[in-house]
């Protein structure tokens, strides 16, 4: 095995581990698996978009998400790991509405750790319907 197969091994195995926590809920699970400088963007144009730091961001995201999407029913449709990066193909519904949102995750990892986290979404027209108050913001 060579050093990036060894690399992308432990990357895949993180970050399915990483949303196996988010999706039982376990927040302080996930926490383990991140940086404690860890960045999280999300699109400037939700409600709650912008960047978050450190673990405290992810708290902070996690519940303005929460508002939003069914959360706990996120499905992870597959990952494509390489090295230090993982990208989830995953989607969930959106509270209020018949929508299913689609969105891709990036994450890089650095010494075993999640340090970055962005978030890409495709027809993200529900998640603007949203009002900001429902929102979180």
């Known amino acids: 095995m060579t050093a990036t197969e060894s690399q992308t091994a432990q990357s895949r195995s ?13 927040i302080e699970t ?3 698996f991140l940086s404690d400088d860890v960045v999280i963007y999300e699109p400037a144009f939700l409600a ?12 902070a995201i996690y519940e303005k998400v929460l508002q939003v999407t069914d959360v706990m029913q996120l499905k992870v449709h597959y990952f494509v790991v390489d090295g230090d990066r993982a990208l989830a193909i995953a989607g969930f519904p959106v509270n209020g ?6 969105f891709a995750e990036e994450s890089r990892l650095v010494d075993g750790k999640i340090v970055e986290i962005r978030l890409y979404y495709y ?7 949203v009002p900001a108050t429902e929102a979180g913001v």
């Open 14 to 26: 993180i970050v399915e581990q990483f949303y196996d926590a988010g999706l039982r809920g376990d």
């Open 97 to 102: 509405t018949e929508d299913y949102t689609l």
């Open 123 to 129: 027809e993200p027209q529900s998640l603007l319907r």
């Open 30 to 32: 996930m926490m383990g």
């Open 48 to 59: 709650y978009g912008g960047k978050y730091r450190g673990k405290q961001g992810l708290q």
